[in-house]
């Protein structure tokens, strides 16, 4: 197999997608299965997805083009071989974490991204409710160190397509626990139900694509507990199913605060690389200050997983 013959993993998965949203609609809808179904919310993230899949297919050349710019660079040349594909697994995972941290924690970033957390609602359509911009935020280039190391661009979207397709099976609540081993190394419903959640103890926790390891060993796991329950959203609720309003509200927002600011192009720099909730005045509202601000109001909280002392 030649590095241009990698099929495209979710173009093929798509049926899979749809047949499992159906099952899943039908399981909560007739009582087998847990969960909630909001008409209105779940075309939107359906819209979402369309719109995704269509900036992407159209982006795609160019920022592969990009990745390609630095493969005469490399250090060595991996084969595509099944080593090679699961040491390229294995890395894209360790990166997509580190790009779903940050993704979370600068505005830049978090504008595209808050488009997959402004649901209400956590079922398998919350996977295909993506964002119609995300290429452009820059974040792509954390793909430059493994091409240097000698995975191929091919490989790597190869492996980036496993690593998607794993994380939509993670959004339902019709699963409540996989077995204690799984839930020790891989990302589950469990686990990402956790990371959607506006729970103050929840919030920027559990950002792993596919193996969980990575939060426990950089200290961002929070396990689910059933003394409290998620509350899925966004801490400033989108409040519209408008999928125009759900892409680019963020957006917005962020030029809005930045105009407020007049000519200084420090105040603006400071809002997109701080984290949400950051102010030049220091009146902040980040996820820190609402996670004491908990800890405040229910002392006998502090130092619990999550939360703060």
């Known amino acids: 197999m030649e590095f241009h013959d990698f099929p495209p993993v979710t173009t093929y998965a798509a049926p899979f997608f749809v047949l499992s949203v159906a099952l899943e ?12 179904y909001e008409t209105k919310d779940a075309l939107t993230s359906l819209a979402m ?3 995704n899949v269509v900036v992407n297919t159209l982006t795609a050349t160019l920022f592969l083009w990009l990745l390609m ?18 040491t390229c697994f294995v890395l894209y995972d360790f ?16 504008m595209e991204h ?35 190391l000698g995975f191929h661009p091919y490989l790597i979207g190869f492996a980036a397509g496993w690593n998607l397709l794993y994380q939509f099976w993670i959004h339902t609540e019709a699963i409540n626990r996989m077995p204690k081993w799984f839930e020790a ?23 792993a694509g596919v193996f969980i390891i990575w939060d426990k060993m950089f200290g961002t796991f929070v396990p689910e507990l059933d003394a409290d329950k998620p509350v899925y959203g966004i801490v400033k609720p989108v409040a519209s199913y408008n999928p125009f309003t759900v892409a680019f509200h ?7 605060d930045c105009a407020s600011d007049g000519l200084r192009p420090d105040k603006w720099f ?5 984290a949400p909730g950051w102010s030049p005045d220091g009146q902040h509202n980040r996820s820190v200050e609402l996670k004491r601000a908990y800890v405040d109001a229910h002392p006998d909280q502090s130092g619990h997983p999550g939360l703060p002392k």
Not at 69 to 86: E, G, K
Not at 95 to 110: D, G, L, P, S
Not at 185 to 202: E, F, G, I, K, L
């Open 25 to 36: 609609w039908w399981g909560v809808k007739t009582g087998r299965f847990h969960g909630r």
């Open 49 to 51: 997805g369309i719109g």
């Open 69 to 86: 710019f630095a493969w005469p660079y490399r250090l060595v040349t991996l084969p595509f071989t099944w080593w090679s594909f699961l």
């Open 95 to 110: 990166i997509y974490y580190w790009k779903h941290r940050f993704a979370h924690r600068a505005r830049w970033w978090w």
């Open 114 to 148: 808050v488009t997959h957390h402004s649901s209400e609602h956590y079922n398998l359509t919350t996977a295909l409710r993506q964002p119609w911009f995300g290429p452009f935020t820059g974040l792509y280039i954390l793909g430059l160190p493994m091409v240097i």
């Open 185 to 207: 190394v891989m990302n589950t419903p469990s686990h990402h139900r956790v990371h959607h959640a506006t729970n103050p103890r929840y919030l920027d926790t559990n950002y």
């Open 250 to 256: 963020e957006f917005f927002a962020l030029m809005r």
């Open 270 to 274: 400071g809002r997109m690389v701080n």
